[in-house]
């Protein structure tokens, strides 16, 4: 397969491995993104993926509250960045998040067939087609994501005008302003470093051990480690897995605005339980991303401009 330099630009932005690196990773893989992403990892020259490289659709992601027990949120994706700040925009995804929060539909399907909250004559369906219409660019409901709370409470925040929505679900005898801030503190530390899992006794045996199979061809690779008895490079590689875990699980990383710039999330929470009587736990959160995984097509504007006035 022919590696073009596009192809060698989107896995840099995805690993921030050098570009030769790259352009050898796709080689030895026929091409194939995912299997150059692991190449290079395995090879020391890429960290892990990052999704973030993958994000470029536009859009918006809203969350709505019904009270304390119940939200949902949504994603929804337009075309261009100049429709995602259109006003008529942002108020038909505030309308969508409104839909879903009241909402007992179990997938997409289900939730483009209710009746429309605003036009009960109409569909979900029907009023983004109506929409469409109006803005002259193709819009699409990618996701929504309701969360009721069972015993405790919900906390939503949006951060970016909405290029992230976050829900934290805390399980709580208490519910009051200073429990609510704290959880919505969860939830900003949510948006910023993207955990995963709320703690490591959540992660699979399957994921840590496609982990710790990177790791172990890591330190393969390292010249440090060359000679190194087994007993040493066991413990290195289930070291930097337990690092690697600190970073994905909520509870394990750092509370970003420990004063002491140490103190955990679950420390941070031990702490807002005690000084509130509270027996608190987070019980589950949601995190949308504008764009999460979607490849953006790339469009040279000067030649869609040339091929217009040549039509």
């Not at 929504?144 to 805390?170: D, L, M, P, S, W």
């Not at 399980?171 to 302003?177: C, F, K, L, S």
């Not at 970003?256 to 031990?270: F, H, M, R, T």
Request: aromatic fraction near 4%; proline fraction near 1%.
């Amino acid at each position: 397969m022919a590696i073009t330099a596009a192809m060698v630009k989107e896995l840099r932005e995805l690993t921030g491995a050098g570009m030769m690196d790259c352009k050898k990773a796709l080689g030895e893989t026929d091409g194939d993104m995912d299997a150059a992403v692991e190449y290079l990892r395995k090879n020391g020259q890429a960290k892990a993926e990052k999704k973030a490289g993958r994000i470029a659709a536009e859009g918006l992601c809203r969350v709505a509250v019904k009270d304390d027990k119940t939200a949902a949120v949504v994603e929804v994706n337009s075309e261009t960045d100049f429709v995602a700040k259109n006003a008529d925009f942002q108020a038909y995804v505030e309308a969508v998040a409104a839909q879903a929060v009241d909402s007992d539909a179990a997938d997409m399907d289900a939730f483009m067939a209710e009746a429309w909250h605003l036009d009960t004559a109409k569909t979900v369906k029907d009023a983004l087609v109506d929409k469409v219409a109006v803005i002259g660019e193709n819009l699409n409901i990618r996701r929504f994501q309701k969360v009721v709370a069972q015993n405790g409470c919900v906390v939503t925040y949006v951060h970016g005008g909405g290029r992230i929505g976050v829900i934290v679900e805390a399980a709580t005898d208490v519910v009051n302003d200073a429990v609510k801030e704290a959880m919505t503190n969860i939830a900003m530390q949510v948006a910023a470093l993207a955990p995963k899992y709320i703690s490591t006794a959540d992660v699979s045996e399957e994921y840590k051990a496609h982990e710790k199979e990177i790791i172990a061809e890591q330190i393969k690779n390292d010249p440090k480690m060359e000679g190194k008895p087994e007993k040493v490079i066991e413990g290195a590689v289930n070291g930097r897995l337990n690092k690697e875990l600190k970073e994905v699980c909520l509870l394990e990383q750092v509370y970003v605005k420990a004063e002491d710039g140490k103190q955990s999330v679950a420390k941070y929470i031990e702490q807002v339980a005690k000084e509130n009587s509270a027996d608190l736990s987070i019980k589950s959160f949601v995190r949308f991303e504008t764009g999460e995984g979607i490849e953006k097509k790339e469009e040279n504007f000067a030649e869609e401009v040339a091929k217009q006035m040549n039509a």
